[in-house]
């Protein structure tokens, strides 16, 4: 290995970004590793990258979210079965492989499921942890050390000596970044959106690889560095259009996500690829459709249908679905991934914003209906499963409070559906407090009932089955994120 220069991060990241360009800008790098986090200040003028402050902690990073997820499903797996899990060297293993995977997925979906079969043992034969995790859950736990990391923000713009105005760009590094909690705090604080034009595990690298290209004079590469125009989705649950790649991410780039089913013994779901800005469906440009079938009978949310964007450096656009339980895949390639003159690129950016307000009210209504949906496929399965633990007068009220609540959905009032499902969730409540004083006499019931509960109302995303009917307009939907 040959050594032309060494730079540090910051100015590495600021590269990758293409940074390099411009003049007379003020950037901040926040980079939230595994271990470490840092925020850098740099002035960048004339091709000059001046560090003007920097500050951090050497001990707060990934690990440490990772570490609160762990201690939450041990004292809950305490509280359920009397086993402290922390005395078991493997099982602590197991469980921060499991919450990594929990918080990645969190990134993308509003909930993930954690399932470790015989995760330890006593004698009444192996345990079992599953579990259910939602974003809004991961935020409440891991939401001081997402504010631990803005202190060093303010004490860097202070050195600095600028104000959070002044500043152009804010850069995230670290696979962090990715977390929607963390990008939230940092724009917040720095009062603008940050800059998403390069994979944040990837931008510290990819600009040293740039930095070693201008060394060598192939500075004409930098050049040829293209965007998306538009973003790539592809249609969900409801007819919403939910974003892969988003708008001006820089290609060559690949992203995968994990969808689930929406019905239960869905044999197929159908991959609509999608290009535009709007949050619905039909108002996007239909690049390409595919079947992916041959899925396993199951319950519906249970199998992880694996769906791949890739773009390289032409601008080809490959589409995969892989349904990761039994392999099978299906693929797609679009070779004129947009198609649109540049006037046609400008008018569907320009009608996605003055149509926002209005489709963010669809998609709202559209959510709210899946996630009563969700917590009616919920409630059955409970009763379903515990009918002989529950008295008759509870599981009446939950069938009128279900019955109140599909009225609710078929009226299409935004107001109505979420009074009616926090209603539905009050009563669903009881359940979990009727089962836990069962379960466990004397004892008064914990928090953990509650926000069980309280976990079935979030979004789950999922995949309707090839040749459904719409049961009313704007229904026509087939993937959603699961997992």
């Not at 940074?19 to 091709?47: E, M, N, R, S």
């Not at 953990?448 to 719409?470: D, F, L």
């Amino acid at each position: 290995l040959e050594v032309l220069r060494i730079i540090n991060e910051p100015t590495a990241a600021a590269l990758a970004y293409g940074l390099d360009k411009k003049t007379d800008q003020t950037i901040a790098v926040y980079d939230l590793g595994g271990g470490t986090f840092d925020i850098t200040i740099l002035h960048l003028g004339d091709g000059v990258f001046e560090v003007k402050s920097t500050n951090g902690d050497t001990h707060l990073g990934g690990d440490d979210f990772d570490q609160r997820i762990v201690s939450w499903m041990v004292e809950d797996f305490k509280k359920e079965q009397g086993i402290d899990l922390m005395q078991d060297n493997m099982a602590i293993q197991r469980l921060r492989e499991a919450a990594e995977k929990a918080k990645i997925e969190l990134s993308t979906v509003m909930e993930s499921e954690i399932n470790l079969p015989f995760i330890t043992a006593d004698a009444s034969g192996p345990k079992h942890l599953v579990k259910t995790i939602s974003r809004s859950q991961l935020e409440n736990l891991i939401m001081d050390l997402v504010e631990q990391t803005i202190t060093p923000c303010k004490l860097a713009v202070k050195d600095a000596k600028i104000k959070t105005t002044e500043i152009n760009e804010i850069i995230l590094v670290g696979g962090m970044t990715r977390m929607p909690a963390i990008q939230s705090a940092v724009e917040k604080f720095f009062g603008k959106e940050s800059n998403k034009g390069v994979n944040p595990d990837e931008v510290v690298a990819v600009g040293a690889a740039i930095q070693a290209g201008v060394l060598q004079g192939d500075v004409q590469d930098v050049l040829l560095l293209d965007v998306t125009p538009l973003t790539l989705g592809i249609e969900t649950l409801g007819g919403v259009s939910t974003p892969l790649i988003e708008r001006n991410t820089t290609i060559p780039t690949q992203k995968t996500e994990t969808f689930s089913t929406a019905q239960d013994n869905q044999p197929s779901v159908e991959i609509h690829v999608l290009q535009g800005e709007r949050s619905m469906a039909t108002e996007n440009k239909t690049l390409g459709k595919f079947i992916l079938d041959g899925i396993p009978p199951s319950q519906r949310g249970l199998p992880q249908i694996e769906v791949s964007f890739d773009i390289d450096a032409n601008g080809i656009l490959n589409v995969s679905a892989k349904d990761k339980g039994t392999g099978k895949e299906q693929k797609i390639t679009i070779t004129a991934s947009s198609g649109l003159s540049d006037d046609e690129i400008e008018q569907m950016i320009t009608d996605a914003e003055a149509h926002a307000e209005e489709d963010e009210k669809k998609k709202k209504l559209i959510e709210l209906k899946n996630n009563s949906d969700s917590l009616i496929y919920q409630a059955d399965k409970l009763i379903s499963e515990n009918k002989d633990k529950l008295a008759d007068d509870l599981v009446e009220k939950i069938n009128s409070q279900k019955d109140t609540l599909k009225t609710a959905i078929e009226s299409d009032d935004v107001e109505k559906i979420e009074s009616e499902m926090n209603s539905f969730q009050t009563v669903l409540q009881e359940i979990g407090q009727s089962m836990y004083s069962q379960a466990q006499p004397g004892e008064n019931p914990t928090e953990n009932n509650e926000t069980e509960n309280n976990e079935s109302s979030t979004k789950r995303k999922s995949a309707k089955p090839k040749n459904t009917k719409k049961a009313k307009k704007d229904k026509d939907d087939i993937v959603d994120g699961e997992t």
